[in-house]
């Protein structure tokens, strides 16, 4: 081929030839198909319904509910709404899955690095913790803890007495309710600030540790603040709290907060589950940190536990996080394996009985399915955020 | 992302599998399949439960083969399809079986905003407690405080939540899923008292692992006519479901049983005669074969022969006819003349 000399650059292609125009036209015309056709079976849907008599839309969410539920977070009681029996529902979902995440990763971390202890004992214990939870199904393992774990304990008037102020019987745990009187928030206040100073304390100790090697010891200062504070607040106000007792009173014990056994049941079971698939996770992603890693920080002088802390597990964390997020968005949907044992969750108490009582199934199977995608997404980006954080950066 | 889409292709193929489906000449639907899908409980003695080979029995499940032999000519000719109180509706309104017959409560909020129609009665039933003899308790007045086992997307359930309100006491609400469960529930002390239709709570009592040692409370707190369910707008196959069982309350009124069918065909009564499709067209305007009641009462027998075969005093649940009885006996089951 001839050349003139001048360097062979391409021209701009015509929009129609470009990729990248292409590109962003076809997706468009892909989203634009697929938000019509969505939109064309909901309109199709509901107008379908309508011709059969069925009542459609939101409304009901206005109407009173008229049943029980036996557990609620807020406010609740029969003569509220449909509405209200949602909010019911998901703040139930919300408890168990949160509590189970928390109880999940701690449980999960210790078993996983337990798992690789040089002690056999200790060794063998989290392999047949690990062996065993994985490999029975969820659903059976609620069931046990439900039937042959609580279902055994004794009924309300045997119940187990725990200093004549916790009860623990078939019908759950009873404990002591604490009352706030006006003065109270003084010790919340303090809890707020127990915190907000240990959060500032730990970065302004792990900064000056990078610039001059000394230690700063945080973790007893912090918890001196976090437990201090509030304490203080309460001598400062004059002990502005009241104890509710619970008491036995007919058939069952009044006054106190009950955990029902429902809870219990689900909590231990998604728990212990998905601790054993986090063990898993923890364990490959300890073994996947090189083992020069730890000789070298021996080598230095650091000894075995703060190699684990400060050395391993931070680097670890990068292959951890990851899979660590579907197990965090399993239990989540796990969680509503509920309906089993009659835990009022979201599937329970709306998809179960609020779609039962009006009928309206698929606002209700939507509305349900937005909740746990919602929920879904809104981990997946805080685990996102967090491994963003802990990513390697290329220096 | 593909999780998200996923998600929503999914949802939205649930929709579609609701909305997609045609209004439908059900009782052609029958006659092409050769079989009546019909849908029933999970398992309550008397009204629908299965055996150990399958085979269904109960006065709901009566119900449904005497469609089955008024239409198809076959009483045998039904699939059963078990489902909790939850799943009833859904499975109707999507086509999933053609009729319900699965002791379900006419209301007005089923019946006028679920796409549904009630075709008729086939038993007057109320609710009730049955609680453990031991806690001394004979009325449900003194019932505040209790732990109630209760079956989810119930009529019971805002019953009692309505019953517990007007007498200013308190519940818990331990809801469970099916029956079974819930006399679970009760035998495990759970709860303290299960509360469903009373019919029922003779049924529950003889799955209990202790029958005696539990008694039913005397208050009856509302009204269950429990009836077979039909789609709305298909007004041929409601009238074929709602005459059969007005057929069979009919035949028993004027003395037509599964034992005299035969010698009835000569009767002269003029009822009888209707009835029986020796005279007039009842079954061609209903769509039917003339003689559809010869079917139906030869294999399944009037409604009083239902009744005593599956829930009557000589069966394990042991029901009086109580208001179940027709009309000229003291109850109060009217049909509508066949004419
Ligand atoms: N008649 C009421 C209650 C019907 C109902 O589901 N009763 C329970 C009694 S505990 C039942 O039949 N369970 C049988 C099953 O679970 O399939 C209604 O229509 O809502």
Redesign the pocket.
Known sequence: MESDGTPLRPGRPKPWNDPRVRAVVFQIIAALTVAWVGWTLFQNTISNMESRGISTGFGFLNSTAGFGIIMSLIEYDETMTYGRTFLVGLANTVLVSGLGILLATVVGFVMGVARLSSNWLVRKVALAYIEIFRNIPLLLQIFFWYFAVLGTLPGPRQAVNVGDVAFLSNRGIVLPKPIFEPGAWLIGAGLAAGLVVTFFMARWARRRQAATGEIFPVLPIGTVLILGLPLLGYLIQGGPVSWDIPALGGFNFRGGITAIPELGALLLALTLYTASFIAEIVRSGIESVSKGQTEAALALGLPPRRVLRLIIIPQAMRVIIPPLTSQYLNLTKNSSLAVAIGYPDLVNVFMGTTLNQTGQAVEIVAMTMAVYLSISLFISLLMNLYNRAVALKER | MKKTIMTVGLATAGLVALGGQAQAATLDDVRDAGQLRCGV????PG?SQPDSDGNWTGIDVDTCRAVAAAVLGDAEAVEFV?L??AERFTALQSGEIDMLSR???WTTTRDASLGLNFTGTNYY?GQGFLIDEALGIDSAEQLDGAAVCV?AG???ELNLADYFRANDMEFEAVVVD???A?AQAFDNNRCDVLT??TS?LAA?RTQLSDPDGAVILPEVISK?P?GPVVRQGDDEWFNVVKWVLFGQINAEEYGISSANVDEMLESDNPNVARILGTEGNMGEILGLDDDFMVDVLTQIGNYGEMFERNVGPNTPIGLSRGVNELWTEGGILYAPPFR
């Open positions: 409980s999970t398992g309550l009204f078990p909790t109180a002791n379900t409560t039933d079956q119930t009529t019971t099916s029956s079974e819930s469903s239709d029922q529950l269950e429990l």
